[in-house]
């Protein structure tokens, strides 16, 4: 597993900016997904969003790592 997906996987919830950085992707793109419904996210305030690790990996097409016997 990466270091990178470690980190992103270390928080429940995170920014847009976040989820941009980890998908190298722009703010753009995933504003453009949260205002089609392709991507979810819990609003905060009016414009504060954050997004689930869950969903910004299903978006991204990232598959959940395994859990190894350790993890079990």
């Known amino acids: 597993m990466s270091e990178s997906l470690k980190n992103f996987l270390a928080h429940e919830f995170h920014s847009i900016k976040s989820v941009a950085d980890f998908g190298e992707v722009g703010q753009a793109t995933v504003r453009k997904a ?6 979810r996210v819990k609003r905060i305030t009016p414009r504060l969003f954050r997004v689930r690790t869950v969903d ?8 959940l790592p395994s859990p190894t016997k350790d993890q079990q």
């Open 34 to 39: 949260i205002e089609e419904g392709q991507l």
């Open 56 to 63: 910004a990996l299903d978006w991204l097409g990232v598959a």
